[in-house]
Every structure is written in C-alpha cells, then in structure tokens.
C-alpha cells in the first residue's frame, strides 16, 4: 500500500510517499480503509522534531481519517466489516491507503456526511469541545470570542457554542472567512486587521467584556485579549507559535483566568464526555464539518505548507 512516511525530521520535503507492507489487525485491532485524511497543524510541528513528544523514526503521521472498515480482529465486537466510521487516533498512522486502529479509535459517521467531514472531525471538534465545556466550563447565555473563526478549529467551536446557548463573537482576517463564521451561527464577526477591530468588539458588548476567549495564536493576541474580558474572564489558550508579553494587572480587576489546554491531557472520562457529545451533534445535525482544501496523498507536504498559512478556511484533508 502507499503511504507517507518521514525518516529524518525537518521540513516538508521530508514527507515521502513510499510503498509499505499492508498492515495485518491482531485479534484486539481493526484495519481501516481511509478515503479520506485530516490535517492538523500539530502534525507539521512533530514533523519538524520541534514538539514536546517525538515518535520513534520512520515513521507515518496523522491520527484524523475516515473510511470504510476492511477487516476486524476476533475479539473486536462492537465494529464491523463494511462500517463507515471517523476516525480519532491510529496505530500506524493515517497518511496512508490503510490504517491500524483500536476500535476506541472509530465512531459511525453518520450517512449524509461524506468520508472527507468525517475526517475534519477528529482533532478540530474534540479541541473545541474540550477548549469550551470542559477548560472554560462554559455556561448557556454566556459571551465567547473565537479567535481564527473560519478555520477548522474556530468553525468547530462556533458550532458546538452556538448548541450550547453561548453568544458568539468570532475574528476572521479574510472577507470570506468571515461570511463562513457568520454562516456557522456567529452572532457577530470581526476582521482581526481592522486597526479598531478591538474597541468594535468591547462596543458590541456594552463595555462589559466577554466571558471565554478561545486563543488559537496567543503569541499574537493574548495580551490583547486579557483587555477584552468581563469579570471572571477566562482565556483558553489553544495554541502558540512564540512568547508573549503580557500585563499582570489586566488580570487582576477581572479576577480572570488564563488557561491552558492540550487535547492530549483529556482523561479517560473526558474523552468519552467528548466522544459521546460530538456523536450527538453528529446525529441531530448540529455539527456540520466544513472542508475547505483537498490534496492527493501525495501532495501531503504542499498540505503542510498550506495549514499553516494565515486565512484559514474550513479543514484541509488528503485523499488517498
């Protein structure tokens, strides 16, 4: 089968799609045929050998897929051959034809989603979710601002915030970006590179300041983003690219908080709060994952270079 595969870390150039041996699954794993692959930026930092966790060489990246299941091992029960299902973490990696997974890793998608939504789901929707309910602890009536709105994360939490009653407010530095969040439910949108985009924001609330930000480039925004917040204001911060210099003071009045996250340090039971949550809006139709670019596997390092590009719209998938 074919499959991206990284030797050495460094730059995109080091994404090569190689043939590899077809996986066989062992009586306790699930093989998977993917039609369809998600790419997340944290896999362009991994690639590059810059993030905290790095796995053994050579190895296949990604973890978000969808697909049809191909073959299950004996002690597998509650899959089955044939089964379309998203995917949310791999044994061999997703950037491939085929993958290895537990069968915590796949959940049913839903028939009027295609292979392509199914695998924006994964790390966007449980981030969202996580930033939202579970790091923010946010209430119904509540004023959340979402940084990075036209993305794959941002439209994400847009449409798990506008489900849970939360007042939207959203940024988008491209015109079209922010048709996009105001078509996911934002209340109001904001163009990030309007020099007055800030003082526009405290306006819509009447000066009271919002209650949640949820900060995908706190290196850029977050000392800007202390001076927007209500009363016990909470920044989540989501990601960063850098350092930043903030002021202490702007915390204190507010009692606000600044809080970090990463998906990965979700417990068990956290997990399946997510799981068991995004399968519901999956069902009733509240979540909608929106693709924004598709690359052939093989044009998996042109996708790295593009995820990180500014003007994010929707997510970006490979398509073996």
């Known amino acids: 089968m074919k499959a991206i595969r990284v030797e050495q870390f460094g730059g995109p ?16 794993q699930v093989l998977v045929r993917l039609h369809a692959i998600g790419v997340n930026p944290v896999e362009t930092y991994i690639r590059s050998g810059v993030y905290a966790r790095k796995p053994a060489l050579p190895y296949t990246p990604g973890s978000d897929a969808a697909g049809i299941i191909e073959a299950v091992g004996a002690n597998v029960k509650n899959v089955s051959v044939g089964q379309r299902v998203y995917v949310t ?14 069968s915590t890793h ?10 392509a939504q199914g695998a924006a789901l994964g790390i966007p929707y449980a981030t969202a979710y996580r930033a939202l ?22 439209t994400a939490a847009i449409q798990i915030a506008v489900a849970h009653r939360l007042r939207v407010l959203a940024t988008a530095g491209t015109a079209r970006g922010r048709e ?17 985009y800030l003082d526009a924001i405290r306006a ?21 983003d202390l001076t927007l917040l209500g009363q016990r204001g909470r920044v989540i911060v989501v990601g960063s690219r850098g350092r930043v210099e903030i ?12 809080r970090g996250m990463v998906l990965g340090n979700a417990s068990p039971t956290e997990r399946t709060a997510i799981n068991t949550a995004l399968s519901a809006g999956l069902a009733n139709g509240t979540l909608r994952p929106v693709v924004g670019k598709t690359f052939l596997l093989a044009d998996a390092a042109e996708a790295h270079c593009a995820v990180l590009q500014p003007g994010a719209y929707g997510k970006i998938v490979l398509t073996p």
Do not use: W
């Open 106 to 115: 796949l959940h049913p998608l839903p028939a009027p989603l295609s292979f």
């Open 13 to 28: 150039e080091v994404l090569l799609l190689t043939d590899v041996s077809m996986p066989a699954p062992t009586a306790d």
């Open 204 to 224: 819509f609330t009447g000066d009271q300041g919002v209650d949640i930000i949820i900060e995908l480039l706190a290196n850029q925004n977050l000392g800007k």
């Open 180 to 196: 996009l969040a105001t078509q996911q439910g934002a209340h109001a949108v904001f163009d990030h590179h309007a020099p007055d």
């Open 247 to 258: 002021d202490p003071r702007d915390t204190m009045g507010r009692d606000a908080d600044i």
């Open 133 to 154: 309910l579970q790091r923010a602890q946010s209430q119904p009536g509540e004023t959340v601002l979402i940084h990075g709105g036209s993305g794959a994360v941002g």
């Open 89 to 102: 973490g791999s044994l061999t990696g997703t950037y491939a034809e085929f993958a290895l997974c537990a």
